[in-house]
């Protein structure tokens, strides 16, 4: 079995963050899912995307164990391994250290629902998960990372299909989707959505969130049933 | 018929977008107005800038409704379609979420008058629309935002020929102009104009707005009967 | 007589511009000058740097009066003339609206000396010269822009030799030099300057300026009767 | 003796310089040694990038003195020459004014430790060194920067091993490491952090620091006896 086909679409979706612009060096790594074979592949960890190609991708299993391979893989795959273990209907995931969300995750903020561009993704602030207690950290870390934002999630009573992206508390964004090509997309809307309330509390510090009504509209015009964007 | 004219001019102007870093995505679109036939050219919805070309244009009618192509128009095609219907002057708008800018209309602020940059080509400060009230959200949304943009100019005494942009409270900018080209010209102007008065703010909290005799000299100077700017 | 050699040079200069992240669209100009001939070349009015060539740069005298060409001069040209007419040892001069230049001239502030970056190209602050009076605005507004700029010099005892880069308050930076390439890397050490300027600000409100000891090294290392920089 | 590799080398890292955005014009160098010769090669002074190349490269020894080339070494040679002679282990040395980490140098702060980001390279805040006195600044003021860089980390009891980064106050960052590539890699590093940091406090001003065993976490994963970034 040679896992050809997720190992080019991981190969494909990991080149589209720097040619985003949401990374810098190898700050990121995207991974793609096959769940019949229950597996996924993944940016191996420390190799400049100048030098990626398909093959040099990581196959690991849902325990975080390399099924094949040549290169470690990424030191983030725990995390994402967790992830795609407990959320049945996800098909990737994006780790990056994008600025501006990067910040807002330093800061250990929601970043608030300030307008309709963060209201055509998400009817909800970005949540920002809190930074773990020194046990976990000192365990298993990127493993509890993926708890960490599992628990965050239902703390709040979220459903990882209707919220795709989560800061994690002092570190940096996570984005998921049913595709690799969403969460990439995801994964470049809340940079963006961030960088817009960065400015937003500039040039306004008591700005109010969007209104109910508004949040409803443009989330369902783009995701409800009766959805009028895109073909 | 076959509107190939102001497909081509569409695809051309919507071109421009991220060529002027204004859109991320497909955050944005352009339409370019036939006035004997009665019908504008815009972008189709939710389809890539990279993917684009003159024959995807959808051509509608002023009511909004689709005349000819076989994809769905830009969800904010009434919008357009309000405005060309009233605003018999103008020959093309456009619609970004370009980031300075939205994060303005996000604080539900007019962008104050500051400086030359901005006299050059507006008198009054960038006027933002409240946002909207619910019943309108819930009822035709985007037609409605064709009359919030409207209502917002009459009850400031503005003309929609003198002031060519706005900032739509919570959402982002529309702008237009004579023909498309100008009409992205003036996106691309908004979103400077929007990034210095942040700028300006940041560095001089109390800062005065422009005073009356220099605003009239830039736009004089510009647009006036005796301009002298241009060829 | 065909005033080649400076129309060669305008066009390469004013190409800078777009290259160096200056200007948007038309916002900017530069000229050179031939002292032997009495007269400077400068970039065409509202002419799309993409549209320039060296043929359709346009010769002026120091009156401000069009010598040679068919197209009409930028509409800032009377300024160059009055720089150009008192100031005999400059040979090259640069308008933009650069943005973070721009911003703290709408601000109407000296940009403070905050660090060596500012010491190796200038001694002092970077004057914003006051907004003119209404009577100067309604005359001759782009000559009396030009005895702005000097008086505000003259007021602080500086010389043009020393201080090659002024902001004109609520409208936007000048800069000049004994080349028209020395004008043009001024513009782009304005905006850098700038930039930083107002990002330290930002990071402590209460910043120092630099104290007079740096500023003398790094200023006498680069332009002093001992300098050891360059070749 | 021809000195042709750390030539190249040197060569090679500079021009990474302006690819990564960390220098305007010549506002920046790279040098690279050779302990067994007991020379460095270095970026000659005022020397555009675009006009670099492996000969033009200068050879200096640890006492400052150029030992080989036609041109004038950066002026900033002598504190490359303290550093290489008093810190055995480090192959390369940056020095540039990128603009954020200036930034922080001209506001005189070290940059506090507010994420993952910057624990991944550093365990404690980036160290700013104080502005020098006025008779050190009088003096042989290259050769003291080094020795007031040398100083900061003493005075903190950081290893130059361990801390590759610092902010000369008033002036711009320093960086260095094993190689010339890393020491690249870390002006990067810096640079990046600096404007995180920055975005952080703007965006919560009263944001605490990371707290230790997250430093820790992150510091040993990528440096530590069991790292496990990389390959």
Not at 60 to 83: I, N
Not at 105 to 124: E, K, M, N, S
């Amino acid at each position: 079995m040679s896992y050809q086909s997720i190992k080019e679409a991981a190969y494909e979706a990991n080149m589209q963050l720097p040619a985003l612009g949401l990374v810098l060096f190898t700050f990121g790594n995207v991974s793609v899912v096959d769940r019949q074979a229950g597996v996924f592949a993944i940016k191996p960890s420390g190799v400049p995307y100048t030098q990626l190609s398909p093959d040099k991708m990581v196959i690991v299993d849902f325990d975080g164990q390399t099924v094949e391979g040549a290169l470690r893989p990424s030191s983030d795959t725990k995390t994402h391994a967790v992830l795609y273990k407990h959320w049945e209907h996800i098909g990737g995931i994006v780790h990056t250290h994008s600025t501006y969300a990067t910040a807002w995750a330093q800061a250990q903020r929601d970043i608030p629902i300030y307008g309709t561009t963060h209201a055509d993704h998400l009817t909800v602030d970005v949540p920002c998960a809190a930074p773990m207690n020194d046990e976990m950290i000192k365990g298993n870390y990127e493993h509890e990372t993926g708890f960490q934002i599992m628990n965050c999630l239902k703390e709040r009573s979220l459903s990882y299909e209707d919220v795709e992206m989560i800061l994690v508390g002092n570190h940096a964004p996570f984005t998921w989707g049913k595709t690799a090509d969403k969460a990439v997309y995801n994964a470049a809307v809340v940079e963006e959505v961030a960088r817009m309330a960065y400015l937003t509390e500039s040039i306004r510090a008591d700005c109010p969130r969007l209104k109910d009504s508004l949040i409803r509209k443009h989330f369902e015009r783009k995701h409800g049933p009766d959805s009028y964007y895109g073909q």
